[in-house]
């Protein structure tokens, strides 16, 4: 099993600019969720979903924009970056919200 | 104020030296997980821990919920430098968002 993949790895964007961050997972996981990491700060939550559909916003969500269409796919939307969103990035599934997390390998983004 | 306060924030050890890491709060939890962390990856679970007193081991990691389910530690036995990695300790906080909480972390580095 791939698990939960992100793309891509690595991303630098130039300030105003736009991208879409993508992660699939494999597990029929319902829930599924964006995660912004920065040094001595953990795991800062962006959004999630709770199934397709279905999704809300986390502790810092602004500046950011998910869709869930289907089970599998949940992508991170940034419109306009700012230098203030240079971090790692990590997408989860899990099958309960309290159950095992199953991260990606993480998309390291720098703003400039 | 963190649910979860982690400590220390950062250790730095010598090959097979013994160390314990800590996370504490001050509700009370059905439950605790710790994962681990290695540089450019995802973290990954180590344990979930569900009794109050429970011990755990892992090969050279042990972990213990406290008695009041408000704590937990996680000491490791003769470190390596495998067991370099940032360790998290998560819960499932009910009435707020549906996932996980981490907190910020402990890093380790072991030196050979």
């Known amino acids: 099993n791939a698990g939960v993949t992100q793309t891509p790895k690595f991303r630098i964007l130039k300030i105003g600019q736009s991208m879409t961050l993508q992660c699939t997972q494999d597990?029929?996981?319902?829930?599924m969720y964006w995660y912004r990491q920065d040094p001595g700060m953990g795991l800062k939550l962006i959004y999630y979903?709770?199934?397709?559909?279905?999704?809300d916003k986390g502790e810092v969500p602004n500046g950011y924009n998910v869709s869930r269409s289907t089970t599998e796919d949940f992508p991170l939307r940034l419109e306009l970056a700012a230098p203030s969103q240079t971090s790692v990035y990590f997408c989860?599934?899990?099958?309960?919200?309290?159950?095992?997390?199953?991260f990606g390998q993480g998309t390291r983004l720098t703003v400039v | 104020t963190q649910l979860l306060e982690q400590s220390p924030q950062f250790l730095s050890i010598q090959e097979g030296e013994n160390l314990t890491v800590y996370c504490n709060s001050s509700?009370?939890?059905?439950?605790l997980q710790w994962y681990r962390q290695e540089p450019g990856e995802g973290p990954v679970l180590l344990v979930t821990?569900?009794?109050?007193?429970e011990v755990k081991k892992l090969k050279r990691l042990t972990f213990q919920f406290g008695d009041a389910r408000k704590d937990s530690s996680l000491h490791i036995t003769a470190a390596q430098p495998g067991d370099t990695g940032l360790y998290l300790c998560?819960?499932?906080?009910?009435?707020?968002?549906?996932?996980?909480?981490f907190g910020k972390g402990t890093m380790l580095l072991v030196s050979p």
């Open positions: 979903s709770v199934g397709a559909g279905i999704t």
């Open positions: 821990v569900v009794t109050g007193g």
């Open positions: 509700s009370v939890f059905s439950s």
């Open positions: 597990m029929n996981h319902n829930y």
């Open positions: 989860a599934s899990s099958r309960n919200p309290d159950a095992e997390a199953f």
């Open positions: 998560a819960v499932f906080a009910k009435g707020g968002y549906s996932t996980l909480t």
